[in-house]
């Protein structure tokens, strides 16, 4: 199996799977092409948020601001997993996450650069480097990785970590780490926090909010502060956008107070 994600939209995420489908007939499936455009942080988390649901395969991520430069090409396998992307710290979040899965060792992944000659495009590396890239992974076997000529074990790339909130007593000072398209406002604070608060109140940067286990325990439009699918704490409106109603976008600071 080949997994795509990327910024793309539509059409180009077509195209990778044409080139990946002229060498190989691997099953594709699309994660999202939708991820925000060039925010390799946010297209980071959601990779936490996904791959781990899959069984092995080889994964191409193309979040790439740096397409056409001398940016490396790189290949993270973990386990029975393989990441194919740009050096730019998009695979590593979600490559602890798949170690950690498989050997309670989030640091267990190797990394490898991947050779390529001039492709056809600087703009398109998705479609000329990465889409053959994965292709010729998945034919090889994440397990023989080490042994294709393009692939060259490297300790020298970008890495990329999410920030630590910071967490003392009843208070709380974090960041929004993304903004979802229901506009809930996730942020790096720990869900356990929260733990035996649910039906009490939060102040978030002073305003109070109602902390619940649902959005629909608030009435339509009414804030909410609760603990979203990934385990974090989230600013959220019931059938509403959170971060309107809470003035915050992507990256702000906030700060909660039980």
Not at 8 to 20: E, L, N, R, W
Not at 92 to 119: G, I, K, M, Q
Request: proline fraction near 7%; include cysteine; glycine fraction near 8%.
């Amino acid at each position: 199996m080949i997994t795509l994600s990327s910024d793309f939209g539509s059409p180009y995420p077509a195209a990778m799977k044409g080139v990946i489908c002229q060498v190989t007939d691997a099953r594709i499936e699309d994660i999202a092409h939708d991820f925000p455009r060039q925010d390799v942080r946010a297209a980071a988390f959601w990779l936490t948020q996904t791959l781990p649901y899959f069984p092995p395969a080889v994964h191409c991520v193309v979040v790439d601001p740096g397409v056409g430069t001398d940016r490396d090409a790189i290949i993270v396998r973990t386990g029975d997993h393989a990441l194919v992307g740009p050096d730019n710290g998009v695979l590593l979040p979600v490559a602890r996450e798949l170690a950690a899965n498989e050997t309670d060792a989030p640091d267990a992944f190797e990394v490898f650069t991947w050779a390529y000659d001039d492709p056809a495009s600087t703009t398109f590396h998705g479609r000329d480097v990465f889409a053959p890239a994965a292709a010729a992974v998945h034919d090889t076997g994440v397990d023989n990785l080490q042994t294709r000529p393009e692939a060259t074990p490297t300790d020298d790339y970008i890495d990329l970590q999410f920030p630590a909130a910071a967490v003392e007593g009843d208070g709380a000072t974090g960041e929004v780490l993304v903004v979802d398209d229901f506009g809930n406002a996730v942020t790096n604070v720990p869900g356990k926090f929260l733990a035996n608060q649910f039906g009490a109140t939060v102040a978030v940067d002073g305003v109070e909010a109602p902390v619940r286990r649902a959005y629909a325990a608030v009435d339509r439009g009414q804030r909410l502060v609760t603990v979203g699918s990934h385990g974090n704490v989230e600013l959220a409106v019931n059938r509403g956008r959170g971060d309107e109603a809470f003035g915050v976008s992507t990256g702000d600071a906030v700060d909660l107070s039980l």
